[in-house]
């Protein structure tokens, strides 16, 4: 039987306890290893070119990501932050973000998150779907469909509903008698199809 390679990750965020706590949680599982941390945008920027890691989480908002996405083959790029604008947050998933997660996320969660992303899905932390949905409701974003919604299935639209209140996806599976890794496989499915 063949182990796993650990995920690789590169940190930034200028606040340095924050970014020690979050490089400790993150090196307690045996699954993750962080090659690099940076203090700010440019540090992520470099680590991120120097290092090649699988998965980065750079801070400074949009242009790191920006100037990450531009790599060859750039790495996975997941948002840890505060920043709850619902411009911020469309932003980042219009540039290729394939996360968008609040700092107020406890240290198991973050692990189980950063795996699920490694694992070829994409996370929006749940308190921020609801904006999304509202949002795209209202507005149609600038999408071929002028209601993105009716694309999802009556199953997808109800997950979405859920998320939306705030539910994890475990009591979104209790809820609907579906299995946990179902409801992932679904919010994939739903965030392609809402083009985020």
Do not use: W
């Amino acid at each position: 039987m063949t182990e796993t390679p650990a995920i690789r990750i590169c940190i930034a965020d200028d606040h340095p306890l924050f970014r020690e706590g979050v490089v400790r949680t993150l090196s307690e599982s045996d699954a993750l290893v962080v090659v690099g941390e940076a203090g700010d945008a440019d540090g992520a920027v470099r680590i991120a070119a120097a290092e090649r890691p699988d998965l980065v989480m750079p801070g400074g908002g949009l242009a790191a990501l920006t100037q990450i996405m531009k790599m060859d083959a750039p790495p996975k790029v997941v948002m840890l932050t505060v920043a709850e604008d619902d411009d911020v947050v469309l932003g980042a998933l219009k540039a290729g973000a394939v996360g968008y997660i609040l700092k107020g996320v406890g240290s198991r969660e973050l692990v189980a998150i950063i795996r699920d992303i490694a694992d070829g899905q994409s996370y929006l932390s749940p308190s921020l779907a609801m904006k999304l949905l509202n949002q795209m409701q209202s507005t149609g974003g600038a999408r071929r469909n002028a209601d993105p919604i009716s694309d999802l299935s009556k199953r997808e639209e109800d997950i979405l509903r859920l998320v939306a209140k705030g539910l994890s996806n475990r009591e979104v599976g209790e809820a609907l008698d579906l299995q946990e890794k179902t409801v992932k496989h679904y919010m994939t499915s739903i965030m392609q199809k809402l083009h985020v």
